[in-house]
C-alpha cells in the first residue's frame, strides 16, 4: 500500500516552518525521505529506521513514530531552495518500497 | 565520485515495440533499483538487486517487463511490448547497502505513441 501524504501543497514565505506528514497503514521497517526538483532526479534527505537510528543531513529533521507507522519531516526556516516535491518511501519488513503521492512545497520571497 | 549513469536520456517509439535502458551505478554499490515515475505521482519500485540477485520485484509487470543485473554492477530494464501507459520517466538508483542512502540517475523519459 502507497503511503499517504499531506497536506498536498503548502506555499510558505521565506523564513516559515513547515511540517509534511506521512502515514502507512503497514508496519515499517524503514521511512525514506527525498525531495525532487522540477525536472530533476529525486535528492536524499533523510532515513529513519525502526529502533530509532537516523542517517541524513544535518539541517533536516524528522520523527518516526514506529507505533502508528507515522513520520513527520520538519523544514525550519524554510529557504528559497527548499522549493520542490517532497516524498516519502516507506519499507516493510518485506523489503517493499513505496513512494508517497508527494507534496508540493513552494516558497516564496 | 562520478554519479549514478542512465541512458538513453530520451526515447520515443511506437506502441508494441521494444525498448532497453542502461543503468550504471556507483562504483562499489551494492543495491540498484529501478524506479517508473509517471508524470505528478511519485516513483514506484519496480525491482531491487542486491549485487546480483533480485531482493524485490512484487511491482514489475512480469508479462512485459525484465531485468537483469550482470555481474553485480551495471542493469538493463526492458519492456516488450510497450503500451501507451508505460510512458514514464523510469529512474536507476543505488546505494552503498540496502537501507542506506540512494543516489538517482537523470532518469530515461519514454515516451510511447
Known amino acids: 500500500q502507497q503511503p499517504v501524504q499531506s497536506p498536498q501543497a503548502v506555499i510558505l514565505r521565506e523564513g516559515e516552518d513547515a511540517v509534511i506528514n506521512c502515514s502507512s497503514s503497514?508496519?515499517?521497517?524503514?521511512v525514506h525521505w527525498y525531495r525532487q526538483k522540477h525536472g530533476e532526479a529525486p535528492v536524499f534527505l533523510m532515513i529513519?529506521?525502526?529502533?530509532?537510528e537516523q542517517k541524513g543531513h544535518e539541517k533536516i529533521s524528522a520523527s518516526f513514530n514506529e507505533k502508528k507507522q507515522q513520520s513527520s519531516l520538519y523544514l525550519t526556516a524554510s529557504q528559497l531552495s527548499y522549493s520542490g516535491t517532497y516524498f516519502c518511501g516507506t519499507e516493510d519488513n518485506n523489503n517493499d518500497m513505496r513512494f508517497g503521492a508527494g507534496t508540493r512545497l513552494t516558497v516564496k520571497p | 565520485e562520478a554519479g549514478v549513469a542512465q541512458s538513453p536520456r530520451y526515447k520515443i517509439i511506437e506502441k508494441r515495440q521494444s525498448v532497453a535502458f542502461w543503468c550504471n551505478p556507483i562504483s562499489g554499490h551494492a543495491t540498484l533499483y529501478w524506479y517508473q515515475q509517471i508524470l505528478g505521482q511519485g516513483p514506484k519500485l519496480l525491482i531491487q538487486f542486491q549485487n546480483n540477485g533480485v531482493v524485490d520485484d512484487s511491482q514489475l509487470p512480469k508479462d512485459r517487463f525484465s531485468a537483469e543485473r550482470l555481474k553485480g554492477v551495471d542493469s538493463t530494464l526492458k519492456i516488450q511490448p510497450a503500451k501507451l501507459e508505460d510512458s514514464a520517466v523510469y529512474l536507476c538508483?543505488?546505494?552503498?547497502?540496502?537501507?542506506?542512502?540512494?543516489?538517482f540517475g537523470p532518469g530515461t523519459r519514454l515516451t510511447v505513441t
Open positions: 529513519l529506521l525502526k529502533g530509532g
Open positions: 538508483a543505488s546505494s552503498l547497502e540496502r537501507l542506506g542512502e540512494q543516489y
Open positions: 503497514k508496519a515499517l521497517y524503514s
